[in-house]
């Protein structure tokens, strides 16, 4: 896809888009296609594709991200939501967090390229994080885009924000059974249901949710628990 096209495409999602953001997405586009020959970021590589179900994706939670915020993204993957939103919104700072160096090298790279600030990569389990103090309790947002099933998500998010901050958790279609399996460890972990947005994604009838979840009281110093056991043995 040339620029020219590019631009008529993503213009059609975000109208008044500037022209180095513009660019930016363009320069991103193409490093993620170039990058998963080599390496598997992403099964989404058609670009039109790319611009909706990753872009546009990614910013459907802006409104819920206040300027100046400190963001961690949780297993942010080939950069998202954590790389859209630092595009649109400059203001922010932003943390990607991912367990797969190879990940973190493409994400450094894009980084570099787009010419980005206050946003940095970091390698390492999340279980990790939540147990490190320069980490824990450390940022007013934590994100997640197709991480893992609810109740053993906000094991490894919560940890992550202050008092007052908020998780956003990016889920598909089918989010009650998740909702009701969680409700027990978004307690334990200090969190507290704020709202469920349901929607489809930009005039598709791909069905999307964001579940908000609150921090309304620290979290116990015991979570997350050591690598695997969030996954292994989910608060139920």
């Known amino acids: 896809m040339d620029k020219r096209e590019f631009y ?9 888009i500037t022209e180095k953001k513009q660019n930016q997405f363009y320069d991103y586009m193409n490093m993620l296609i170039e990058w998963n020959k080599k390496i598997n970021l992403t099964a989404i590589t058609e670009p039109n594709q790319i611009i909706l179900k990753h872009f546009v994706d990614s910013m459907t939670i802006l409104n819920e991200i206040n300027d100046n915020s400190k963001i961690i993204d949780v297993g942010t993957g080939a950069g998202f939501p954590g790389i859209p939103l630092k595009i649109i919104n400059d203001k922010l700072e932003i943390v990607l967090l991912d367990s797969l160096n190879k990940r973190i090298n493409f994400l450094n790279e894009v980084i570099q390229k787009l010419k980005l ?13 939540g147990q490190n103090m320069k980490y824990r309790e450390k940022f007013d947002v934590a994100t997640s885009r197709a991480v893992a099933s609810l109740n053993i998500l906000v094991e490894y998010m ?5 008092v007052g901050g908020i998780c956003i958790c990016m889920k598909g279609s089918e989010i009650e059974p998740e909702v009701q399996d969680s ?9 507290k249901i704020e709202k469920i947005k349901s929607f489809n994604l930009a005039n598709t009838d791909i069905k999307r949710n964001i579940v908000i979840i ?3 009281k620290e979290t116990p110093k015991k ?14």
């Open 214 to 216: 609150k921090k309304i």
């Open 223 to 236: 979570y997350p628990r050591k690598a695997g056991m969030p996954s292994k043995e989910p608060i139920m």
């Open 8 to 16: 008529e495409v993503i213009e059609q999602f975000v109208p008044q």
């Open 158 to 162: 919560l940890p992550l924000i202050k």
């Open 183 to 191: 409700k027990k460890a978004i307690g334990i972990l200090g969190g």
């Open 117 to 129: 600030e206050n946003i940095n990569s970091i390698h390492f389990r999340v279980e990790e994080v």
